[in-house]
């Protein structure tokens, strides 16, 4: 199955991107495609390179990071969600990726299933 | 992703779903910014207010005193972009004391099974 995955809450507060994190990699797993991950609304913080979590916690843009480059999936936070929040290019992390909310719309023409994470 | 995109002739069924009062939080706004984006991608668009969502266009709102922006009277817009398929479930409306007249458009009234199977319908769908 094609799955575009949408992501509209923001790290650590709440169990959502941990979620999506673990979706994705277990859909990857059982060979479904992941066409995009679209990081939405306070979804936008999981994509800084400037978070530190405790050293014996997970990292979740790290965790992210690695699954972007790892796997070649494309990860979109969307630009007028990240401008409110104080997000550009120059804090995004590897395999993150600043894009329109068209980019949303593409993917629910394209996906066999959008899934959201929310919290 | 484009190119793909290309080959796909057939419409697909999208749904936009308001189910959150305006205002107190950013869902209904960005529900609002999801239908004009998709207006401009030629589907198959649905639009459907539920719960307190049908406040998101109650006529005559006045945010002035919150210092949020009053973007309720932007779903006029909708027509502008060809959007048809507006809906607004009965229950909903006559639970919050609202009439066709009390609204910024004119979304066509619907019963919760309709809904039901419009959700089932489409290929993908966003709720606000």
């Not at chain 1, 401008?83 to 629910?108: H, S």
Request: negative net charge; contains cysteine; proline residues 2%.
């Amino acid at each position: 199955m094609k799955f575009g995955i949408m992501i509209t809450e923001g790290p650590y507060q709440h169990e959502a991107s941990d979620s999506a994190y673990q979706f994705t990699k277990a859909a990857l797993a059982k060979g479904h495609e992941i066409l995009r991950v679209f990081f939405y609304q306070d979804g936008v913080l999981n994509s800084t390179k400037l978070m530190e979590p405790q050293a014996d916690d997970r990292h979740i843009q790290k965790q992210w990071s690695a699954l972007a480059t790892e796997n070649g999936i494309e990860f979109i936070v969307c630009v007028a969600a990240a401008k409110r929040r104080g997000i550009n290019d120059t804090v995004t992390a590897d395999g993150f990726k600043i894009g329109g909310l068209g980019m949303l719309t593409e993917l629910a023409i394209e996906a066999d299933r959008v899934v959201e994470f929310r919290a | 992703m484009n190119e793909e995109m290309e080959e796909n002739e057939e419409m697909a069924k999208l749904m936009i779903v308001f189910r959150t009062a305006p205002y107190g939080s950013i869902y209904a706004f960005e529900g609002l910014e999801n239908v004009l984006i998709m207006a401009a991608y030629d589907q198959d668009i649905s639009v459907l207010f539920v719960d307190d969502g049908v406040y998101a266009i109650k006529k005559g709102m006045d945010t002035t005193a919150t210092g949020i922006k009053n973007f309720s009277p932007t779903f006029r817009a909708m027509e502008a972009y060809d959007i048809e398929k507006v809906f607004i479930d009965r229950t909903s409306m006559e639970e919050r004391g609202l009439k066709l007249e009390d609204l910024v458009v004119e979304p066509e009234v619907v019963e919760a099974e309709a809904v039901e199977k419009m959700m089932e319908e489409q290929k993908n769908f966003f709720m606000f």
